[in-house]
């Protein structure tokens, strides 16, 4: 009966009482596959782990560091050289399509369409002009690609209409405009701005993306601020609308869906295509990585992963479950210890996948002596000091400000920290051996890249958590 | 900072009040070159004595020493046994500087632990006779406590002390502090300008006669300085400004100043740093024995708690300090004893500054005096019209200008049409009244504003806080918050710009706080840049200029303790801003 | 100062004389002490990045309602970073409804809804101190009518007044006769007030079943102890299986939630006090109790209240156990071998009460017990963790946004086809019920003790 336990709670679905769950007097749970950490590594590594019909529990805490940037994600085609050891060489061209056709088909199981491909450098602008790449963005903000603008290429035609939604203050659409006109992307007359409240929220000075994006899926209040942003487009005589990134949470297709309706009764009297309507990105925290990731989660315990809110404190000492007394480096883990809402509980696995991103997710920390890794005290490496051979070196005690430059631009070593993992993706120590055979690594939290300035964050997170997934399924499927 | 920009095109360049096209035409009776406190406090002095005035800054208006103490009016209560005439002046300084800006100051309770128990009804009786002096700076009683009384209001202290008592120290936000003086100067007609570098003063050669006679003549002749060459950083326009006198108020640059005139004078300029942390941590200021027996102290400042400050010599460019990681161990190690939690704290920034003092050989960097001199350069030098105020603090600085404004006035001559010193009864632009919890509330009402966000404002614009909103919502878009850690409201946002010479973000966050909160200007910054380029008029590009420059000085003050929380804040903050598609980044 | 003032200053907290005279001397700068548990939450607050998780899934933002709630990343990053400046934001914290979700998302471990708590007890105390009503004026009546003992007072006279305005529903709750007579209050469904409250329905001891078991003292709770006292007996029926005693301690008072949550701590005291000294002399081994919010108020917060490890507060909280917790972990639960349903099969689903999955951490457990009993079927609704916007008084003084946060879980109750609700917290009975009598869905809300109950009374059947 090892497969009803993961099946605990599904949509909608009849459960049947589940083998073993967290308690309040601390018993264990015992899974094949457990995932440390709800980022897009985790995620990816936990769906990937479930489709290879593993059994997953996934323990996580925020939604990771994705989750607080843009909604658009960073996937080249050929991934940085991280620091991943061993006879095969940093995940080939065929794990990158692969991790990215699976990342395309779960959030399109969610009404979420990514669009493009790995390494495709869509230039999308942000609600404050400034212009970002990405190369994976959900439909709704790859729409926005400026080589696609009215006036992109020459003698390009039709207008750019930016329409501020209020409340939501932060993005000021005369200046966006202004932005995009100064950086060449369009002509001053092809732009025109317009402002359409929110109904319901007018009393309101300031309100955050989030609250606005609820109250756009009221399907009343959607259809009245569509009818009024489609009646503005018609005025500018707009062939495109860029909205700031407000256009609903969990259910934006509707959103998005009125918009357009909408937008077609206002084109439907003079014929002619109706403007194509897009979302420009925000800095974090926005709305469409809330989507994405809140999206990932829903088909991650659609798949059958349970996924439990906890944070794990360190591998279980103590006499366990699997009947080990601590744990030390080179012997597999077996168990960790997890603290949630404030009671403690055993996660025992046969195969751990480690995907607790970097500083920000608190993968890893920086304290006065030096860097860590939070959970397993695991070795962490950087980049070796300027003259040095290339490589990594252990961080030893040294601290984080010896690891940045002065001037604020620059691609700060300290970024680049994390773990050496070796071609299974296993930890390596300072000696360079295997630190546990029972856990893999995946995404940000293995170093060598810095997933912001190189623009691969989500491109590591992805291929590695893919292929950690894989691989932890194949060696902790029980019967393997 | 040397940024130059282009003339913006459209909209107000300049701040209200001032054509564009100079005044070479005009002779001002007086100049006076930096406008931190004591140059500000200066150009008020006289301005409100009825002289023509301009004032000219380089950066901003506190960019400078001033901005870099830790906000306090201090009563000179160390002082007290050994020069209680230097304690009732300040006491009664600190008192005057409260009227003039009631909503500017807070009260800032500070306990000091006494060991010995043997010593503490002596120390009560310290307290005692110092409340008498406290009382003309609106001091409160001090209150004994014991041990578990001390522990109940301030639970994070090292048990072992015999007794404690409170002794109360008016808090102040410095950087306001110097705009409302610049701001009542300009009220009062004078010229005020930020972001204008002197690059050289202007210096006429005559003879006794009063005649111009060129150097060359051989004659042993008078110089006179008739004014400065300025230039706006901003805009890169040069013009000369001329006046009957001119004042030297450059704090640490007042060598350099009179390097332009060719005079050679020394300060011995200590460099003090202070770290900021996130959040008020106490109820009360904590005085501390350091590790090397300094006094150093522990204090809830505004929404911050402040530790500090150092005090070492410095020998290098006073426009290059920076904070040293030494010199932070050495606070966090010295506070340790007293608040072992405090390692934990959040360094939201490490703030470095230079104190002007005077120059004293073969004495120690604590000891060197605080005092302040005004050197008259006819006598000394044989350089007519010029006048150095220097050395000194915050805390005299209204009865620095006083002197400084008294010997300029009796330079200009007994034809000059003058009238008395009025700067210890005057109000500051917003100190006319106090404002209450009540009308507090009543404002946020009446607005439909959030109170917290009005409660900040009145706390920085006092009297005139209606006016602020009421402009400031008289157009659509007033009510954003620009700022989510403080709060500020866009209206007041383009209050500082429209009347308050806010021309870079780095002005806004001396007026409204910007970016002074642990997100160090992740969600506000983007924000401010936006609605300042809207409204000066100001392209992307310089916008985009000024935000770089903006985290850049965040980051000088960061960088230097980069552990736990600002590490991770960092992250968010650098990939927000370089980043690719997932956490935003520029197209290179 | 006048009579008024001084009866609000005598609310605030007692404190040692030098402290009293620092707060006097300091009153107009807004000046209090921390308690060390509020510094170490300060220290924890300061990991906030602003990333926003939070607001994501606050339920107050997600309801549709016109109020100007900041969110929870307001509070814990911008709002209680001055002390002197908590009173300003006493009406925005008020919307809180404590349900724990923001702390569930937070990557920064920021305890999120703890600043919420700390910023209301100090305004609290703040404007006590000053002599002015401390409390939004129908929030201290609420707080005041649980925490003063009047409820029993209430429930006896307003049982019988009730029985005239009000019939008893199919599901067991009270509705208005004549609801538009009532204006908008008409339509909102009332719990049952009980003539006779469940301590003196059983003043003596029950005798348990098991001679070799622990013996079990009752916290019944205010709600079912003078309303929904069936949930009281069933509970005792299934203790009685599994211990040698239950007792129901007559002199129990208010667990003190509601003065807790609104910021009243000297009040939550003063009946932690008083309940601690009533269950001391019953000498159990357990006190137990139905009610999700006293549970979590029991275990989570009154070591919170308490004074020092020897307080005997923080003894009763060592204690105390929700039923749910009791059942699964201290003794070995027998389940019942009959369907609590006489058609001999029942589909329910289960909402998880936010003190109960988040503050206690109790959800695996409600499952495992609720499918444990023969033919029934557990019918997850979507998101059953989600707030129902009960939360205690807050569905009274909060009614608009408590019925907004409410709709979801309304729709997502009937997208099961449950026949019967299964929560183990009275308030959210109540809000659930009203909620779904008012959509035209009515049916049973029960807590797992009843269906347990009929399940046994159907084997003897």
């Known amino acids: 009966m090892t497969g009803a336990g993961t099946k605990g709670t599904t949509l909608g679905g009849r459960v049947a009482a589940p083998a073993v769950l967290p308690t309040a007097r601390g018993r264990a749970v015992r899974t094949e596959v457990a995932v440390i950490g709800g980022g897009l590594a985790g995620l990816v590594a936990a769906l990937a782990a479930a489709e290879a019909r593993a059994e997953v529990v996934l323990v996580r805490r925020g939604l990771g560091t994705t989750a607080m940037g843009s909604g658009a994600l960073d996937f080249p085609a050929e991934l940085p050289a991280l620091w991943i050891s061993g006879p095969s060489p940093c995940p080939g061209p065929e794990s990158v399509v692969e991790a990215a056709e699976a990342l395309v088909r779960w959030l399109g199981a969610e009404g979420l369409r990514l669009e493009d491909r790995p390494g495709a450098g869509l230039s999308l602008m942000d609600i404050f002009g400034h212009v970002r790449r990405a190369d994976l963005a959900p439909a709704s903000l790859a729409a926005g690609r400026v080589d696609r603008w009215p006036g992109a290429g020459e003698g390009g035609g039709g207008r750019l209409l930016f329409v501020e939604v209020e409340p939501y203050g932060a993005f000021r659409a005369e200046w966006c405009r202004r932005a995009a006109v100064a950086a060449g992307l369009v002509r001053d007359e092809q732009t025109a701005v317009a402002v359409v409240p929110v109904p319901g929220l007018e009393e309101e000075g300031d309100v955050p993306a989030v609250r606005v994006a609820r109250a756009l899926e009221d399907p009343d209040t959607g259809r009245v601020f569509a009818a009024a942003v489609a009646g503005r487009a018609r005025r500018a005589g707009a062939t495109a609308v860029a909205l700031p990134p407000v256009l609903g949470l969990d259910r934006s297709p509707q959103v998005l869906l009125a918009l357009e309706l909408a937008l077609t009764e206002a084109w439907s009297t003079d014929g002619g295509r109706p403007p194509v309507v897009f979302e420009l990105l925000s800095p974090p925290p926005s709305v469409p990585a809330q989507r994405l990731l809140r999206a990932l989660e829903r088909r991650a315990r659609a798949a059958g992963v349970r996924v439990e809110p906890g944070r794990v404190t360190g591998p279980a000492g103590g006499p366990d479950p699997v009947g080990r007394t601590g744990w030390a480096r080179g012997l597999p883990v077996g168990a960790v210890t997890v603290e949630t809402h404030g009671r403690t509980w055993t996660l025992a696995a046969r195969r751990f996948v480690l995907a607790t991103g970097k500083f920000v997710s608190g993968g890893l920390e920086a304290g006065e002596r030096g860097l860590r890794e939070a959970v397993f005290g695991l070795d962490v490496f950087v980049p070796p000091p300027p003259g040095w051979p290339p490589g990594r070196v252990p961080a030893g005690s040294r601290p984080a400000r010896d690891l940045v430059w002065d001037r604020f631009t620059a691609r700060h070593p300290v970024f680049e920290a994390g773990l050496a993992v070796d071609g299974r993706l296993r930890p390596l120590d300072a000696e360079g051996r295997v630190a546990a055979p029972d856990v893999l690594a995946a995404g940000s939290v293995i170093g060598g890249a810095s997933h912001f300035a190189d623009g691969s964050g989500s491109g590591v997170a992805a291929v590695t958590g893919f292929l950690a997934g894989r691989l932890a399924a194949a060696e902790g499927r029980r019967g393997a | 900072m040397d940024t130059t920009r282009p003339r913006p095109e459209g909209g107000t360049a300049a701040p209200e009040g001032l054509s564009a096209q100079g005044y070479a035409a005009e002779q001002f009776d007086v100049l006076v070159i930096g406008g931190g406190i004591t140059g500000a406090s200066v150009a008020r002095d006289l301005a409100l004595r009825g002289l023509r005035v301009a004032l000219v800054e380089r950066d901003d208006f506190g960019s400078g020493t001033t901005g870099t103490c830790m906000g306090m009016l201090h009563g000179g209560l160390q002082y007290l046994l050994s020069d209680p005439e230097l304690t009732r002046v300040e006491c009664a300084e600190s008192g005057i500087m409260q009227r003039a800006a009631p909503h500017l100051v807070f009260a800032i309770p500070f306990l000091y632990l006494i060991e010995d128990p043997g010593k503490v009804d002596a120390y009560e009786a310290f307290f005692s006779y110092y409340d008498e002096f406290q009382k003309t700076k609106y001091g409160r009683p001090h209150v004994r406590l014991t041990p578990e009384e001390a522990l109940e209001i301030e639970p994070s202290l090292r048990p072992g002390f015999a007794a404690a008592l409170t002794n109360d120290e008016p808090g102040v936000d410095v950087f306001r502090l110097n705009v409302l003086v610049a701001l009542d100067a300009a009220e009062h007609g004078a010229v005020v300008r930020n972001h204008t570098e002197v690059v050289g003063l202007l210096v006429e050669e005559s003879s006794g006669s009063g005649q111009p006679v060129s150097a060359a003549s051989g004659t042993s002749a008078h110089r006179r300085v008739v004014g400065a060459r300025v230039r706006d950083t901003l805009t890169g326009d040069v013009e000369e400004l001329r006046a009957k006198v001119t004042v030297n108020a450059g704090g640490p640059w007042v060598p350099r100043v009179l390097a332009m005139a060719g005079l050679r004078y020394r300060l011995r300029p200590t460099k003090g740093i202070h770290l900021i942390l996130d959040r008020r941590l106490t109820s009360a200021g904590v005085t501390i024995s350091a590790i090397d027996g300094r006094s150093i102290c522990l204090l809830p400042h505004e929404n911050t708690t402040l530790v500090g400050c150092t005090d070492d010599d410095y020998f290098g460019d006073p426009d290059e300090v920076r904070p040293d990681p030494q010199e932070v161990e050495y606070l966090l190690t010295s506070s340790e004893t007293v608040l072992p939690r405090i390692r934990e704290a959040r360094v939201v920034r490490v703030m470095a500054g230079l104190r002007p003092t005077l120059y004293q050989y073969g004495v120690y960097e604590d000891k060197v005096t605080r005092d302040f001199e005004v050197w008259d350069h006819e006598a000394r030098d044989g350089l007519a019209g010029l006048v150095t105020v220097a050395g000194g603090k915050m805390t005299i600085a209204r009865i620095m200008a006083e002197k400084t404004a008294d010997a300029v006035v009796a330079k200009l001559g007994p034809a000059t049409d003058a009238g008395p010193c009025r700067t210890a009864d005057l109000p500051l632009p917003g100190g006319e009244r106090v404002v209450g919890a009540e009308e507090t509330e009543e404002l946020a009402r009446r607005f439909r504003v959030p109170l917290p966000a009005v409660v900040r404002l009145v706390h920085r614009h006092g009297a005139r806080a209606a006016r602020v909103l009421e402009e400031g919502l008289a157009e659509r878009g007033g009510r954003r918050q620009v700022c989510a850690c403080e709060p500020v409201l866009e209206a007041e946002v383009r209050w500082a710009v429209r009347h308050e010479w806010a021309r870079t973000l780095g002005d806004l966050r001396r007026r409204v706080r910007l970016g002074m909160g642990p997100c160090q200007g992740l969600g506000c910054s983007e924000q401010a840049a936006a609605v300042l380029g809207l409204e000066l008029g100001l392209g992307p590009e310089q916008v985009a200029a000024d935000l770089e420059a903006f985290r850049q000085e965040r980051w000088k003050g960061q960088r230097v303790w980069l552990t736990g929380e600002q590490l991770r804040q960092q992250e968010l903050n650098q990939g927000a801003w370089l980043g690719g598609g997932a956490l935003g980044g520029w197209r290179r | ?461």
């Open chain 3, 1 to 461: 100062m006048t009579q008024a003032a001084e009866r609000w200053q005598a609310r605030a907290l007692r404190r040692p004389a030098g402290v009293a005279r620092f707060i006097e001397v300091y009153r107009d700068a807004g000046l209090l002490p921390l308690t060390p548990a509020e510094s170490r939450l300060l220290a924890d607050l300061e990991r906030c990045l602003g990333c926003g998780n939070c607001l994501a899934v606050c339920p107050v933002l997600a309801a549709l309602s016109p109020i100007p709630y900041p969110g929870p990343r307001a509070v814990g990053a911008g709002l209680s970073r001055s002390l002197p400046e908590y009173r300003t934001a006493s009406e925005l914290v008020g919307y809180c409804t404590t349900c724990m979700a923001c702390e569930e998302v937070c990557p920064a471990d920021v305890p999120v809804f703890r600043a919420v708590l700390m910023v209301r007890a100090k305004c609290f105390e703040q404007l006590a101190l000053e002599g002015r009503e401390p409390l939004p004026r129908l929030k201290l009546l609420l707080v005041d009518l649980f925490s003063q003992g009047r409820l029993g007072q209430l429930a006896r006279w307003g049982a019988a007044l009730q029985k005239l305005a009000y019939r008893r529903t199919s599901t067991g709750e009270m509705q208005a006769r004549l609801p538009l007579a009532l204006g908008a209050l008409g339509s909102r469904l009332l719990p049952p007030l009980a003539a006779r409250p469940l301590t003196a329905e059983f003043p003596g001891a029950v005798p348990g079943l098991d001679p070799g078991g622990p013996r079990v003292a009752v916290f019944a709770g205010c709600l079912d102890n003078y309303a929904y006292t069936d949930t009281g007996r069933a509970l005792i029926e299934v203790l009685r299986r599994h211990s040698r005693e239950v007792v129901v301690p007559a002199g129990q008072v208010c667990c003190g939630a509601p003065a807790y949550y609104a910021g009243d701590l000297p009040t939550a005291y003063r009946l932690a006090v008083e309940n601690a000294r009533v269950f001391a002399e019953t000498g159990a081994d357990f006190v137990v109790t139905a009610c999700a919010s006293c549970g979590d108020v029991l275990t989570g917060e009154y070591p919170v209240l308490a004074r020092s490890p020897a307080d005997p507060v923080a003894s009763l909280a060592a204690r105390a156990r929700d039923v749910h917790a009791f059942l699964a972990g201290d003794v070995s639960f027998r389940p019942p071998r009959a369907c609590p349903d006489p058609g001999g099969s029942l589909r329910v689903t289960l909402h998880d009460p936010c003190h109960l999955a988040r503050g206690q951490g109790l959800a695996g457990e409600v499952r495992r017990l609720v499918s444990g009993l023969p033919g029934v079927e557990v019918e997850e609704m979507r998101d059953p963790g989600a707030c129902c916007g009960g939360a205690g008084s807050y569905a009274l003084d909060h009614h608009d946004v408590a019925v907004a946060i409410r709709r979801p879980k309304i729709e997502a109750i009937a997208a099961t086809g449950a026949r019967v609700v299964v929560t183990g917290c009275p308030s959210c009975r109540l809000h659930i019920a009203d909620g779904l009598a008012n959509a035209g869905l009515a049916r049973p809300v029960r807590h797992f003790v009843e269906l347990a109950q009929a399940a046994y009374d159907a084997e003897r059947a």
